[in-house]
């Protein structure tokens, strides 16, 4: 049975710095694409930035493109994602996903970390 554990989070001032750690077992992040999701209180969750399964293309929301990085180490298989630059409108849960097509498509998430960014 797959499943994501996500770390990293916790509580730092604005101009910080934080990275994001995805550790998946059960399936290989390689053949999947892979994403970074985050939930404020209140508000949908928001795809934070994604690399493709196919081309391993990356994607990021542009409130985070140029402070956040996204990263896949396969011999880790292990999601990263590092966060430069934090402001209080990054604070959220932070959810790990991996999204796998074989015959039909197999959503796993991890149980999320909190990030809290004070001003």
């Known amino acids: 049975q797959a499943q994501l554990v996500e770390s990293g989070g916790g509580l730092v001032h604005a101009g910080e710095s934080l990275r994001l750690s995805c550790v998946a077992s059960?399936?290989?992040?390689?053949?999947?694409?892979v994403g970074w999701f985050r939930q404020a209180p209140g508000k949908e969750r928001q795809r934070v930035a994604c690399?493709?399964?196919?081309?391993?293309?990356?994607y990021y929301d542009d409130s985070v493109k140029g402070r956040f990085t996204i990263s896949r180490d396969n011999a880790k298989n292990t999601l990263y994602l590092e966060m430069k630059s934090l402001n209080p409108e990054d604070t959220a849960v932070y959810y790990c996903?991996?999204?796998?097509?074989?015959?039909?498509?197999?959503?796993?998430w991890g149980q999320g970390t909190q990030v809290t960014v004070s001003s």
């Open positions: 996903n991996a999204k796998l097509i074989v015959g039909r498509l197999y959503d796993y």
């Open positions: 059960g399936v290989t992040l390689e053949n999947c694409g």
């Open positions: 690399i493709s399964g196919k081309h391993g293309n990356s």
